[in-house]
T-cell receptor
Framework: EDQVTQSPEALRLQEGESSSLNCSYT??????LFWYRQDPGKGPEFLFT???AGEEKEKERLKATLTKKESFLHITAPKPEDSATYLC???????????FGSGTRLLVRP | GAVVSQHPSWVICKSGTSVKIECRSL??????MFWYRQFPKQSLMLMAT?????????EQGVEKDKFLINHASLTLSTLTVTSAHPEDSSFYIC????????????FGPGTRLTVL
């Protein structure tokens, strides 16, 4: 059964304090791993799609990496506006559905 | 690029009435659209999947006669909550998929439904 586990559940950082969010997954035939950012009362905002182990993508202060078992979302020198819930999801060969993790709630204090 | 809109962004209705929510892909054609429901502090729960011109596929436990989905074109899908009750109050989010490699889903801003 396809499964996604995100950790930590919540993370508090000081502005400028870099850290990483983890997304561990099990899936039969990875078709894509997706990172989204969700602000309260809004729909998820697309960040990255990763397709194969070793792939990395960057956007501003965010960098996503992928191995065969997990993905990391690295946040470098975060700012308060980076505060949000970060969702990880996977799609495998056996299904058209996205399997979501429970998310990591990030709070960046000024 | 890859912008998805939803209308309305919020709606309040009386118990027993029906409510229609529209989901549009503004700058791309969506081969597939999805409807999710999200409860406070929980992740997204897939309700149904729709392809243009085909009947929607509903997830187990989702009443297809209550949540009517119509995918009239490659840029528009609608969700109608029929005979709404207070327990249907929730945050409804749609997504659209382009069909390219990896099948990235792009999400709309969501619709907050409150049934009195």
């Amino acid at each position: 059964e396809d499964q996604v586990t995100q950790s930590p559940e919540a993370l508090r950082l000081q502005e400028g304090e870099s850290s990483s969010l983890n997304c561990s997954y099990t899936v039969s035939g990875l078709r894509g791993l997706f990172w989204y950012r969700q602000d309260p009362g809004k729909g998820p905002e697309f960040l990255f799609t990763l397709y194969s182990a070793g792939e990395e993508k960057e956007k501003e202060r965010l960098k996503a990496t992928l191995t065969k078992k997990e993905s990391f979302l690295h946040i470098t020198a975060p700012k308060p506006e980076d505060s949000a819930t970060y969702l990880c999801a996977v799609r495998g060969d056996s299904s058209y559905k996205l399997i979501f993790g429970s998310g990591t709630r990030l709070l960046v204090r000024p | 690029g890859a912008v998805v809109s939803q209308h309305p962004s919020w709606v309040i209705c009386k118990s027993g009435t029906s409510v229609k929510i529209e989901c549009r892909s503004l700058d791309f054609q969506a081969t597939t659209m999805f409807w999710y429901r999200q409860f406070p502090k929980q992740s997204l729960m897939l309700m149904a999947t729709s392809n243009e011109g085909s009947k929607a596929t509903y997830e187990q436990g989702v009443e297809k006669d209550k949540f009517l989905i119509n995918h009239a074109s490659l840029t528009l899908s609608t969700l109608t909550v029929t005979s709404a009750h207070p327990e249907d109050s929730s945050f409804y989010i749609c997504s659209a998929q382009t069909g390219t490699r990896g099948d990235t889903q792009y999400f709309g801003p969501g619709t907050r439904l409150t049934v009195l």
